[in-house]
């Protein structure tokens, strides 16, 4: 059965750049047509305009596409945008959103042997639909963490399924990113992908200015500005004068992380977890980000009975007041989790910041994941020691990869942008090599590390959790299973210890690290594994105990 389509003059695909047109030709091109393609394009370089000329050539086939997005958030403007080039009955949107009879019928379709082909715009979720006539898989943003499922089970990495589904069915697949994954870069580098550079924006306007402002000086001359430091306040003021967009980053939702009285100092902590509550101060209300407990706030304090509050940590309701104070004229948009629960919220959001109804906006990492805002010119960064002083191998990694997407939000027109990252370490070299748009070097200087180390894409990672409601029984069942595990493996094991939040919904938690090699027999391992976790009823508390396997953690 012929499935072929001529889509005639029903298409108003985007016109191409030279650098667009040249980056199409290498990825259809098939002298590697095995092999997934990375395709590395600078933020606003039009990496969307060449996904919809390889989608288009698919429908033309008579075949479905994939189109991944890391966010819900991101849907809505990828289908409109889909929608003017092939046709807004061709594009279809998948999340968990949707409604069952929206959900249903989009299932159904793809069942249908003659169905006609259309381009589904999905979330991670969307690799698992009945693929039967799949013709272009493209995982765009390729290096975001919201392709990794982790709550609950099936623990799976979308962007690695992918890779996997497209060798089973061969057909072609695309990654894109302005700043990609360590393992994929490394990958490309080593033959295993092909990859497509794009390197110029698709405006032609210069890559944005990025400059690390010194928080240190503001603080000890008490010259802080609410949230900013004199150079961003006066940065900020600037641009609204000028009748141009600002986007002030946060990485934090909610008022404040940290609510504690005055008088004692006493702290709410969550009763289930390990950690305060944060206060939501429009809900006036206390929850805990990880197992979603409310609290009302307390009208006094429950150790002292005082009433002094003091609100340590900012959080994106506080940035939201603080900006709206020193600049009252401003239109503000807060954009996080919070305010985007509801459908049609992002849509909304997105077409005020379009018709330039909204001057500021405060935003969590929601905004720095692909968003296409025409208007916006100038972004602050208010705290990036937090995510550059993680605990965790990936830290720098994570820092660069979004900074660098926070700056490629501005100036995507006419004006060049700029990026503010206010900072303790102004010196830092990631921050150094983000100001350089230095991906290539950041890669080089994480590869060697990661080398060093025998971290990915030198070493594959597994991850066991043991979880129980008494803490010692966690440490004696994870020690236990850590000494097996050392006599199956002959080494290779870290731990077990407690992970920096060491009790979560009421089950304290243990972690056994397995490092395994690269090209190693992963099925020999896993065999063994699960031999010594069934071996678990051996011990006293075994049974009771909990324990999740992830492979390739995040």
């Avoid at 933020?43 to 033309?60: D, I, N």
């Avoid at 692909?370 to 820092?399: I, Q, Y």
């Avoid at 009790?503 to 490092?515: F, S």
Wanted: aromatic share 6%.
């Amino acid at each position: 059965l012929d499935r072929s389509l001529d889509l005639g003059d029903t298409l108003s695909l985007p016109e191409l750049s030279p650098a667009q047109l040249a980056a199409l030709q290498e990825l259809e091109s098939e002298k590697h047509e095995a092999l997934p393609k990375l395709l590395w394009g600078a933020t606003g370089s039009g990496k969307t305009e060449v996904y919809l000329h390889l989608a288009a050539h698919a429908l033309e086939e008579g075949k479905h596409v994939l189109l991944m997005v890391p966010e819900i958030g991101l849907v809505p403007q990828v289908v409109q945008r889909a929608g003017r080039a092939l046709g807004p009955d061709r594009v279809v949107p998948w999340h968990h959103q949707l409604a069952d009879g929206e959900r249903r019928a989009l299932w159904e379709h793809l069942l249908d042997p003659d169905s006609a082909p259309r381009v589904i715009v999905a979330t991670r979720s969307g690799i698992m639909l009945p693929w039967h006539r799949l013709g272009l898989i493209v995982v765009d943003e390729e290096h975001e963490t919201s392709y990794k499922q982790q709550e609950p089970a099936p623990r799976y990495h979308a962007r690695d399924v992918a890779v996997w589904l497209a060798q089973q069915k061969k057909i072609p697949i695309v990654l894109g990113s302005a700043t990609p994954s360590v393992e994929t870069w490394h990958n490309a580098a080593q033959g295993k992908y092909q990859r497509v550079d794009l390197g110029e924006r698709y405006s032609g306007v210069a890559f944005p200015e990025v400059v690390p402002v010194s928080t240190l000086k503001a603080q000890a001359l008490h010259q802080q500005v609410g949230p900013f430091t004199p150079e961003s306040y006066a940065a900020v003021a600037q641009t609204l004068a000028d009748h141009q967009q600002v986007l002030v980053f946060q990485n934090r939702r909610g008022y404040a992380p940290v609510l504690t009285c005055m008088n004692c100092g006493w702290i709410e902590p969550c009763t289930d977890c390990d950690v305060s509550l944060t206060y939501h101060k429009k809900a006036r209300q206390l929850v805990c980000h990880y197992c979603g407990l409310h609290k009302d706030l307390p009208e006094t304090c429950p150790q002292c009975r005082q009433s002094a509050w003091d609100w340590r940590g900012l959080g994106t309701e506080r940035i939201e007041e603080e900006v709206e104070a020193l600049f009252p004229e401003a239109r503000i948009l807060r954009v996080d989790s919070d305010s985007t629960r509801s459908k049609r919220a992002m849509t909304d959001f997105l077409q005020w910041m379009e018709s330039g109804e909204i001057d500021l906006v405060v935003g969590t990492q929601m905004v720095g994941k692909g968003l296409d805002l025409a208007g916006l010119s100038l972004a602050v960064v208010t705290n990036a020691d937090l995510m550059l002083n993680r605990p965790d191998f990936r830290a720098h990694e994570r820092a660069f990869q979004l900074l660098l997407q926070v700056a490629g939000r501005t100036g995507r027109r006419e004006l060049r942008g700029r990026l503010l990252i206010q900072t303790a370490t102004p010196g830092h070299p990631v921050l150094q090599r983000v100001v350089d748009h230095d991906v290539p070097g950041m890669m080089d200087y994480l590869i060697l590390d990661r080398a060093e180390h025998h971290y990915p894409p030198f070493a594959r990672m597994v991850r066991i959790e043991v979880r129980h409601r008494k803490e010692s029984v966690a440490r004696d069942v994870a020690h236990f299973l850590a000494n097996q595990l050392l006599k199956a493996l002959s080494g290779g094991i870290l731990g077990p210890d407690a992970p920096p939040v060491a009790r979560i919904q009421a089950m304290y938690r243990q972690h056994l690290w397995i490092k395994l090699p690269a090209d190693g027999s992963v099925k020999a391992t896993k065999r063994r594994l699960l031999k010594e976790i069934d071996g678990l009823i051996y011990h006293p508390h075994g049974r009771s105990a909990r324990v999740i396997v992830d492979v390739d953690p995040i």
